[in-house]
């Protein structure tokens, strides 16, 4: 818990023919990594995290055919194999033959997970991650996706996680134009959120956090009205305030079950041998209006008893969530970034040599320095 360090590892080696080594120019430190950092998620062993990360190719297995060595490619975060029945039908994050340790139907908590992550602990696969100078991608005639020179790490960075994770809450909620979208989470999944809104011609978008720099940057790099989240009656009301009292269209959750939490959250979840919060999700089923849509963006790990399932039923609310299927979006978001639609390096704060990992863990987690998202570079 709390322990990120930098040591040497060996380099990773093509362990089947349809692997790829890439060589890591950039990777960012994302609010899942911080779910393992605070203990959340267990990890007994050591391991290399991180699932956002891009790079060069620097080696290819024999099965690889639609890359080459020197390829600079950006790698979405599940890690699935193209043809099972879940990545048929664009579910890669459960694939079913990436984790075969830990996978199964029941989502449980310790077993019968989903498919696996890069460096997101054993239960997801135990993958080392991209957080490192070099990564082995499994499946990489199906995950990685080339960009063209001219955009820099920066612009195409995103698209390995957040950006489609954030398209993926707007998606899932059908969005067709003109819809009140109101976001919980103001870090760089709910900005992104807010971004993608935007892209599928929202008419309104309302963002709720508890730290008010963040919500400074989401009116700056994604034009969002914020909310200062003081309580659930203030937020509800607010966002009924701002729709004609019926509620926002979609409600997005993009913060999960680690919210910022007082001394009666935490000693409820105690007294319901609860992990966390479902905080946020409640107000989301409040803020929604009758007949509108949940999006969950944020990691929930557990069940939380006294969810609101008559509220779910009286107002007939769509609930959708889950790990983000990144593959589904990448290319069609790639085309955004091309034709200068949509910007996303806007929400990176700080920009740190891989060395300095831990400082980047510290300062994501406890938001200082004004925080937002950190990218590490092994070669600076
Ligand atoms: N579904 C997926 O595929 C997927 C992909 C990436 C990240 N995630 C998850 O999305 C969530 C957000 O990720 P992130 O990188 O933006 O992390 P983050 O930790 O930077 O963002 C969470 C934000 O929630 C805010 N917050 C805390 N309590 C709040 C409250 N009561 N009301 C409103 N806001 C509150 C925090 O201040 C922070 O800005 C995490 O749970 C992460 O694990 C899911
Ligand atoms: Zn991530
Ligand atoms: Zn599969």
Redesign the pocket.
Known sequence: MNDVRVDNVDDPEIRDQRDAIIRVTSTAI???D??IYNGSLPQPIPMTLGHEFMGIVEEVGRGVTNLKRGDRVVVPFPIACGHCLFCNHDLP?HCENSNPEHYGPEGGLVTEKGGALFGYTDLYGGYDGGQAEFVRVPYADYGPRKVPGDLSDEQVLFLT??FP?GYSGIDWADVKGGEIIAI???????IMAAKSAWLRGASRVII????QY?LDLARKAANAEGIL?ESHQQVVDGIRSKSKGYGADVCVE???F???RNLLDRATAVVNLEKGSP??LLACMSAVRRGGYVTV???FATSFDNFPVGQFFDKGITLR????PAHKHIDKLLQHVVKGEVKLHDIISHTLPLSQAPHGYDI?RH?KDNC?KVVLKPGI
């Open positions: 994302c609010g899942s911080l779910h994050g996680d957040i994770t919980f989470g103001a870090g760089p999944v709910g709720v956090d508890t730290q963040r989240w993009a913060v999960g680690e919210p910022d905080k946020t963006l944020g990691v969530g889950g790990q983000a994501f938001k937002t």
